[in-house]
């Protein structure tokens, strides 16, 4: 099992979603609204005068088998507006309760 943190801009939280359901990838914890910059490029989402926009997380557990296919599905998301921004880190989880 991996966890996924993806970070994104809020415009595209609604396809975000449906990356998870197209990947059978059912639970998922949203953040809501978030404030940050990306690390190399893109603007801030700091929801201010300067930088109105705002941004997105959400963690996901998914199986092993299923990772490749939502990275590839979040990346193809991501092209198709560059400038908005997304991002997604896997974390291997090695227990669980």
């Known amino acids: 099992m991996q966890a996924i943190f993806i970070s994104y801009d809020l415009a595209h939280h609604e396809k975000v979603i449906e990356v998870l359901n197209a ?5 998922y914890t949203s953040f809501g609204t978030v404030q940050g910059r990306g690390s190399k490029t893109g603007e ?4 201010t005068h300067a930088w109105p926009s705002l941004a997105s997380a959400m963690l996901t557990f998914v199986e092993d088998d299923r990772v490749d296919s939502l990275l590839k599905r979040l ?3 991501d092209e198709t507006k560059p400038k908005l921004g997304l991002r997604a880190f896997v974390w291997p989880i090695t227990k669980t309760i």
């Open 44 to 47: 801030p989402h700091l929801g």
């Open 75 to 77: 990346k193809a998301l």
């Open 23 to 27: 990947c059978s990838c059912r639970g």
